[in-house]
């Protein structure tokens, strides 16, 4: 192939001017019926009735080949679907105590390729949200005494330093023959909206329970998005809305009372 000459003529040339007996490259050629082979060559140089001379084999590898760019294609595939979500991967190992970072891990929690020191290191450091730290360091425990597996929702502060978010981690342990944690490899994935969102319906749902007080005539609470009316707690004589009907039909019933 036209693209792969001036390589062949490299590495013969420097095969030549350093003296080397023993030389291997990758080419690929056209052949007679204007297909495309990947082949691989191997040989060294030898003298043989006093004229230098090259003995070698040729491999195709052409099917090799193509089974390589399949799987830089799928990892490539791979690679985008998990930096354009809130998933991520890495694995522990047990005898170092280091994480090893996926690209995309790396992405959303920061550090360096090679995490050393954990879980100390981050909770050290002030990564691992102090109310969280607890917690954190018992999912490492019970996968170094042998647990299959081990999860929990830990807050991290975030990479600018000026918050937090929160990562729901789930680890999978791999054991050696004998049954000891060799390694485990982790899945995390970010559950902050969700947990922001807890923690709203719970403060609503504990202002609404202080607000239930003797004189209270009625207490309505609306899905505005989705036109919908939750709860409905009223005294008798108040029997306006109920529970599943549509927000607009509550308030046209309240305006249609007067009040």
């Not at 001017?17 to 052949?31: A, C, F, L």
């Not at 491999?59 to 998990?82: C, G």
């Not at 807890?198 to 003797?214: F, I, L, P």
């Amino acid at each position: 192939h036209p693209e792969d000459l001036s390589h062949v003529h490299s590495v013969l040339s420097r095969a030549g001017e350093d003296n080397i007996k023993s030389v291997q490259w990758e080419m690929r050629i056209i052949t007679g019926k204007n297909n495309l082979k990947h082949l691989l060559v191997s040989g060294s140089f030898n003298i043989r009735d006093g004229e230098e001379v090259f003995d070698g084999f040729i491999t195709d590898i052409s099917k090799q080949k193509k089974m390589e760019v399949a799987l830089r294609a799928s990892e490539e595939k791979f690679r985008i679907a998990t930096e354009n979500s809130d998933v991520s991967f890495w694995t522990y190992e047990f005898a170092r105590r280091e994480i090893i970072q996926t690209h995309a891990s790396k992405i959303r929690h920061g550090h360096q390729n090679v995490i050393k020191d954990v879980p100390n290191a981050l909770i050290d450091s002030g990564y691992v949200r102090q109310d969280s730290a607890k917690a954190f360091r018992e999912m490492y425990e019970q996968l170094r005494n042998g647990a299959k597996t081990s999860s929990g929702d830990f807050w991290f502060r975030t990479n600018d330093n000026k918050g937090w978010w929160c990562e729901h981690i789930d680890y999978t342990n791999v054991f050696d023959g004998n049954g000891k944690p060799i390694c485990a490899h982790a899945i995390g994935r970010d559950v902050t909206a969700i947990k922001l969102a807890e923690k709203r319906y719970n403060e609503e749902m504990e202002y609404s329970r202080a607000t239930q007080r003797e004189d209270l005539l009625a207490k309505v609470r609306s899905n505005l998005s989705q036109n919908v009316v939750e709860s409905y707690t009223a005294k008798d004589t108040v029997g306006i809305s109920k529970a599943g009907m549509t927000y607009i039909d509550a308030a046209e019933a309240l305006v249609q009372t007067g009040f």
